[in-house]
């Protein structure tokens, strides 16, 4: 009996650990058209570009490198928003060492939005200015939706759920 104790206690363990890892997933660009890796640019509105061989190949190339930039970053960002779940599972919570710990979170996530930010700058730069407008235009393939980006909001831009303060 406290053998199959112990091993559910093992296996729900391992489950809870493993949580923080599905939960993150590969993040965008591990995929053909999801996020903004490789996939993206050639799957979510960027075919509707209708980019010449070379800029495919220049705007690849540049996905590529910043994904090769980026990821060690997510790495990092993801093993510390671990150690900071496990910080707040704590039953003694060490208020320095998780806002030391959130700050380090914060700063990762800002490196990997400057990153994006260039490589969406790089790639506006081999654009033509009739393929900028149409990008522009077609807002790089949001729909409209539910939530606070999407549409089918109530009056005044306040639906359901949604105070007045925002």
Do not use: C
Not at 32 to 41: L, N, Q
Not at 120 to 131: D, G, S, V
Request: aromatic share 8%; net charge positive; proline share 5%.
């Amino acid at each position: 009996m406290k053998k199959i104790t112990l091993t559910l206690m093992v296996i729900t363990i391992g489950l809870l650990l493993s949580v923080p890892v599905f939960a993150f997933g590969h993040g965008p660009g591990y995929g053909p058209g999801e996020g903004r890796g490789p996939g993206y640019y050639k799957d979510k509105g960027f075919n509707r570009l209708n980019l010449t061989d070379e800029q495919k190949t220049k705007i690849e190339a540049l996905a590529t490198a910043s994904q090769k930039e980026i990821r060690p970053l997510r790495e990092k960002m993801f093993d510390k928003s671990v150690a900071l779940r496990r910080l707040w599972l704590q039953t003694n919570l060490d208020k320095d060492k998780i806002i030391a710990l959130q700050k380090e979170v914060s700063t990762l996530r800002d490196q990997v939005e400057g990153k994006y930010t260039l490589l969406r700058l790089e790639i506006h730069k081999l654009l033509t200015p009739e393929q900028q407008e149409k990008l522009a235009n077609f807002g790089g393939g949001r729909r409209p939706g539910f939530g606070p980006r999407g549409a089918m909001r109530g009056q005044r831009g306040y639906g359901p759920g949604m105070g007045m303060y925002n």
